[in-house]
């Protein structure tokens, strides 16, 4: 295939599992996270199919920068994965500097790269947001994350309308409560922060988080093999039954 696929928050977690299985698939990665020395060793992993570039996503250069790594090429994938979830707290005790860091990583980043990216994308090519539950149910002590999340969602509403026309798929996708380095940090939290921590502790105590290379089966399969109508018409919830029996054969 030789196709190239972006990935953000490609350095752990989800990204860094979705990007082996794209490569696995065909696919050049262009893998983009914070962190050099994580995403060095997944490009020395695979070598020749793995191009880094370590990069704050939210920062107001990323979209130049970004651009410059892709050299005039035209990525077929762009998946938005990187986000954060802190600070967790009380929304009545919220600074404004720290929810301004999170938007610029959980929404501008994905508005404004994308916006970028679009005079260079290849034909028919795929734009997959990274969703949560969140963005669809409260959870107190989130409000950032809930919040930002709930925007990701009519970000990707509001692209997938505006480019219909030009044959720019654009797609979102839950994977769950994945067994990622966020979830740690979820567990981490105090209860004052988040009333709910105890609840996610026991997930992981009873082994039932989704693994990262399932939820990277689970996008691959979206990217790669759902067709139009399935990839954008609708958000699509790993934990869906019915739709498990069409991707977990990728």
Not at 113 to 140: D, E, F, K, M
Not at 229 to 235: K, L, M
Request: net charge negative; glycine share 8%; charged share 20%.
């Amino acid at each position: 295939m030789n196709t190239l696929a972006i990935v953000t928050g490609a350095g752990s977690g989800i990204g860094a599992a979705l990007s082996e299985r794209l490569v696995q698939r065909g696919c050049t990665v262009l893998a983009i996270g914070r962190r050099a020395a994580p995403l060095q060793a997944l490009a020395e992993r695979h070598a020749g199919q793995v191009e880094t570039l370590a990069l704050d996503v939210g920062a107001a250069d990323a979209p130049a920068r970004l651009l410059a790594a892709l050299a005039g090429r035209a990525p077929a994938f762009v998946v938005h994965n990187a986000a954060v979830l802190g600070p967790a707290g009380p929304l009545a005790t919220l600074e404004r500097e720290a929810f301004r860091q999170h938007w610029e990583t959980n929404l501008l980043a994905p508005l404004f790269l994308t916006q970028a990216l679009l005079p260079v994308l290849a034909a028919g090519a795929r734009i997959l947001h990274v969703s949560s539950g969140a963005a669809h149910h409260a959870l107190s002590g989130w409000g950032p994350y809930c919040i930002s999340k709930s925007a990701l969602h009519m970000l990707y509403q509001c692209w997938r309308e505006e480019l219909r026309e030009r044959n720019i798929l654009v797609g979102s996708a839950r994977p769950g409560v994945v067994d990622t380095p966020m979830q740690a940090e979820i567990r981490a939290l105090d209860e004052t922060a988040f009333p709910d921590v105890d609840a996610f502790r026991k997930l992981k105590e009873n082994g039932q988080l989704t693994t990262p290379e399932t939820v990277a089966r689970f996008f691959a399969w979206l990217l790669l093999d759902a067709d139009a109508a399935q990839f954008r018409e609708h958000e699509n919830d790993i934990r869906d039954a019915e739709l498990a029996t069409r991707w977990q054969g990728g």
